[in-house]
C-alpha cells in the first residue's frame, strides 16, 4: 500500500502511451479534484529509496492518529447522549 502526501491510498496505473508504455506508476486517487494532492510515483522507483519508506511510514502513522482521534470523538459523543437520555429517564419518572 502507498500512500500519498495527503494520506490517501495511491492507486496503481499503467502508461498507455510514450516512451514509458506499460511502465506502472502510483498516483492519488483524488488527483482529479480540487484538493488532489498531484503525488506520482513509478513503481520500480517505489521500493529503492529508504526516504519512500520513512516518508511511508509517517503518511501511516498520521493516518491511524487521525482516526484515532476521530474514534475518540465518536466515544465521547455517545456517552453524552447516554448521559443524557439516563437523565430524561429520571425527569420522566
Do not use: P
Not at 77 to 88: E, K, N
Amino acid at each position: 500500500m502507498v500512500l500519498c502526501s495527503c494520506n490517501c491510498d495511491c492507486g496503481l496505473y499503467t502508461t498507455r502511451q510514450g516512451e514509458n508504455t506499460g511502465r506502472q506508476f502510483y498516483r492519488c486517487t483524488r488527483y482529479k479534484s480540487l484538493d488532489g494532492c498531484n503525488f506520482f510515483m513509478w513503481v520500480d522507483d517505489a521500493y529503492h529509496s529508504s526516504g519512500d519508506i520513512k516518508y511511508q511510514l509517517f503518511a501511516m502513522k498520521e493516518r491511524i492518529n487521525r482516526k484515532f482521534r476521530r474514534n475518540e470523538l465518536l466515544l465521547k459523543m455517545c456517552i453524552i447522549v447516554i448521559i443524557i437520555q439516563f437523565m430524561l429517564f429520571l425527569f420522566k419518572m
